[in-house]
């Protein structure tokens, strides 16, 4: 078993930052793949980003892609989503998961393991 810790949520003025950070309680086969989803009310869940933890590669989703940046330090089992420009549209539950591949990252399903989800409100 896997646990995963979010933290660094709060409320922020669109153009301001923020970052997340997930803490895994051990690095296994099962964190290979570490990811960022959220989700606002009334939308499914997406994909924001994925490191393989492996080699560093990464992946994002354009709505972030060049916003946003994931990156991990694996000396703490933690892995970080930098935030930068946010707008009123990135408002939602923000999630940490881990899984074996980062093959189709987006895919919620390809996910084992999930944190309880930390909120991101920025106002305009």
């Known amino acids: 078993q896997v646990q995963l810790v979010e933290s660094g949520g709060g409320s922020v003025q669109a153009g301001g930052s923020l970052r997340l950070s997930c803490a895994a309680s051990?690095?296994?086969?099962?964190?290979?793949?570490m990811g960022w989803f959220r989700q606002a009310p009334g939308k499914e869940r997406e994909g924001v980003a994925a490191?393989?933890?492996?080699?560093?590669?990464?992946h994002y989703a354009g709505s972030v892609k060049g916003r946003f940046t994931i990156s991990q330090d694996n000396a703490k089992n933690t892995v970080y989503l930098q935030m930068n420009s946010l707008k009123p549209e990135d408002t939602a539950m923000y999630y940490c998961?881990?899984?074996?591949?980062?093959?189709?990252?987006?895919?919620?399903?390809?996910?084992?393991?999930w944190g309880q989800g930390t909120q991101v409100t920025v106002s305009s």
């Open positions: 490191i393989y933890t492996g080699g560093g590669s990464t």
């Open positions: 051990k690095y296994t086969y099962s964190t290979n793949c």
């Open positions: 998961a881990a899984g074996p591949s980062c093959y189709r990252w987006s895919s919620s399903d390809k996910y084992d393991y």
